[in-house]
């Protein structure tokens, strides 16, 4: 058991549309980050939270978004969906910040249609 | 801008064959580098991290050596059951542990 869930585990949307994809961590991972992963590519580093603060985004429009939660959980909120963000889409948490490496969760496959 | 470079993309073994998996990394101040394994629809599982050239882990068939500029990941032995996606990613830099991943290079080990 990895001690990080995803839900859901799969989902079709339509272009246009806004969706959330909800990520429960392990007590005591107080950061959280989360990942892009098209087909047959690495992972893509979208946002980090830290105790409930941004401290990271990367390349992604401001359409994606997210947040932290005091018990451990977090969103990730992609607005005005496009073709392109077909992807499994990864939460991954740790403690310190993530100095020490991060456990990921199994993903939510995203179709946007 | 870091990158992380994987080869070869594709590695196929009989059982037995050992090998290795190369990662060539660019980055700003390397803070830690990474191996996962991914199975087909699944997430990233931990392997190791290395923080400092020099630098050896093992865990069973698996071992992983950092240099100034790569890492290698040893695979002595393979079984079957090692047949998975192998992703690299470097940690870098000030602010939050971001990762960046190679694209991965996808094992398959045959009977």
């Known amino acids: 058991e990895t001690g990080v869930t995803q839900s859901p585990t799969h989902l079709i949307k339509t272009r246009g549309q806004q969706v959330t994809l909800r990520c429960s961590s392990q007590s005591g991972h107080n950061t959280v980050s989360w990942y892009q992963q098209a087909l047959g590519q690495g992972p893509q580093f979208i946002f980090q939270?830290?105790?409930?603060?941004?401290?990271g985004r990367g390349n992604f429009p401001p359409r994606f978004s997210g947040l932290q939660f005091p018990n451990y959980s977090s969103e990730l909120n992609v607005n005005a969906l496009e073709l392109d963000d077909s992807a499994l889409y990864l939460c991954?948490?740790?403690?310190?910040?993530?100095?020490?490496?991060?456990?990921f969760g199994s993903g939510t496959r995203l179709t946007v249609v | 801008e870091d990158q992380v470079t994987q080869s070869p993309e594709a590695l196929r073994l009989q059982e037995g064959e050992s090998s290795s998996l190369n990662c060539s990394y660019t980055?700003?101040?390397?803070?830690?580098l990474f191996w996962y394994r991914q199975d087909p629809g699944k997430g990233p599982e931990f392997l190791f991290t290395?923080?400092?050239a020099g630098e050896e882990k093992e865990k069973e068939r698996l071992k992983a050596t950092l240099t100034k500029k790569e890492s290698f990941l040893h695979i002595t032995a393979p079984k079957p059951e090692d047949s998975a996606t192998y992703l690299c990613a470097a940690s870098s830099g000030a602010g939050s542990y971001q990762l960046t991943f190679g694209k991965g290079t996808k094992l398959s080990v045959i009977p």
């Open positions: 939270y830290y105790r409930e603060e941004e401290n």
């Open positions: 991954a948490s740790s403690t310190s910040g993530g100095n020490y490496g991060y456990t």
């Open positions: 980055v700003s101040g390397l803070r830690g």
């Open positions: 290395l923080y400092s």
